[in-house]
């Protein structure tokens, strides 16, 4: 029903940048959420950042300041702009949709990231 397709993932050097894309496409509400989410190997997955609809965000405390989160309503889309990247960075990126009367949690493959020299 829900497909989310994300894009931009890639090897970076500390102090880089990288923009994270993900479009979802299927049955969609207007009032949702989007956001990206990472999971370094051994942890456990964690909010990154998120968006609501509406434009509300929330960030980790760990990349307040260096990364920034944006959408795109019309055409379901949500972008992760990372600066200042550093070597905790280093996880696999996932994007998020909630959504549904309900919200459910849909889910993108996941995009490696990984900054180093």
């Known amino acids: 029903q829900v497909q989310l397709v994300e894009s931009g993932g890639g090897l970076v050097q500390p102090g880089g940048s990288l923009r994270l894309s993900c479009a979802a496409s299927?049955?969609?509400?207007?009032?949702?959420?989007m956001g990206w989410y990472c999971q370094a190997p051994g942890k456990r997955r964690e909010l990154v950042a998120a968006i609501t609809s509406g434009g509300s965000t929330n960030y980790a405390d760990s990349v307040k300041g260096r990364f920034t989160i944006s959408r795109d309503n019309a055409k379901n889309t949500v972008s992760l702009q990372m600066n200042s990247l550093k070597p905790e960075d280093t996880a696999v990126y996932y994007c998020n949709l909630k959504t549904g009367t309900v919200w459910y949690d849909y889910w993108g493959q996941g995009t490696q990231v990984t900054v180093s020299s």
């Open positions: 299927g049955s969609i509400f207007r009032v949702n959420a």
